[in-house]
Antibody, heavy 125, light 107 residues
Framework: EVQLLESGGGLVQPGGSLRLSCEAS????????MSWVRQAPGKGLEWVST????????FYEDSVKGRFTISRDNSKNTLHLQMNSLRAEDTAAYFC??????????????????WGQGTLVTVSS | DIQMTQSPSSLSVSVGDTVTITCRAS??????LNWYQQRPGKAPKLLIY???FLHSGVPRRFTGRGSGTDFTLTITSLESEDFATYYC?????????FGQGTKVEIK
């Protein structure tokens, strides 16, 4: 059974830093891209960042680019999100998500088939 | 970035009704469109991928259609467990984006 367990959330002042972690089990972690998706209180889902299976490629939503860094340690089956220069608008539950791919002939589709329970980040003075 | 727009934002329906939610992309995304269900306080769950493929374990009353820029999620014979918020998400671009969500409420 796939399990994703986030940790590291908490209360931080504006301008501060936090490092989120997501411990994965139940699948071959090193063969799947992983993402962070956040949800502000009472709001919708917002994609934050994705890292490729081996960590060589990373992608970021514009508002976090230059402030957040996604990384992974495939030897420890763990995904990280280093968040610096935090702002009030970064307040949200942060979910890690496993990205799978379905192939049909020469076409493929990517989707998030497993999610963690989320960790809450609150940025406030 | 590709913008995803869902409609309606919310709707009130009864058990047994049929519901259709629309998702429109700001540019063609082929069939790279996924649908998720989220119940309050819970993580999202995958329903449909590739616009029309039903994820394992998802009831057949959920149907996804569309390609290009216009997509729909239809839930037939709505059950009480289906009252939740539904999100579309494009995976055409490496910069993934979600729709704003559609809340399905009990009338």
């Amino acid at each position: 059974e796939v399990q994703l367990l986030e940790s590291g959330g908490g209360l931080v002042q504006p301008g501060g830093s936090l490092r989120l972690s997501c411990e994965a089990s139940g699948f071959t972690f090193s063969t799947f891209a992983m993402s962070w998706v956040r949800q502000a209180p009472g709001k919708g889902l917002e994609w934050v960042s994705t890292v490729s299976s081996l960590g060589g490629d990373t992608f970021y939503e514009d508002s976090v680019k230059g402030r957040f860094t996604i990384s992974r340690d495939n030897s420890k089956n763990t995904l990280h999100l280093q968040m610096n220069s935090l702002r009030a608008e970064d307040t949200a539950a942060y979910f890690c998500a496993k990205e799978d791919t379905f192939w049909l002939a020469e076409t493929s589709w990517d989707f998030y088939d497993s999610w963690g329970q989320g960790t809450l980040v609150t940025v406030s003075s | 970035d590709i913008q995803m727009t869902q409609s309606p934002s919310s709707l009130s329906v009864s058990v047994g009704d049929t519901v259709t939610i629309t998702c429109r992309a700001s540019q063609s995304i082929s069939a790279s469109l996924n649908w998720y269900q989220q119940r309050p306080g819970k993580a999202p769950k995958l329903l449909i991928y590739g616009a029309s493929f039903l994820h394992s374990g998802v009831p057949r009353r959920f149907t996804g259609r569309g390609s290009g820029t216009d997509f729909t999620l239809t839930i037939t014979s709505l059950e009480s467990e289906d009252f939740a918020t539904y999100y579309c998400q494009q995976s055409y671009s490496t910069l993934r984006t979600f729709g704003q969500g559609t809340k399905v409420e009990i009338k």
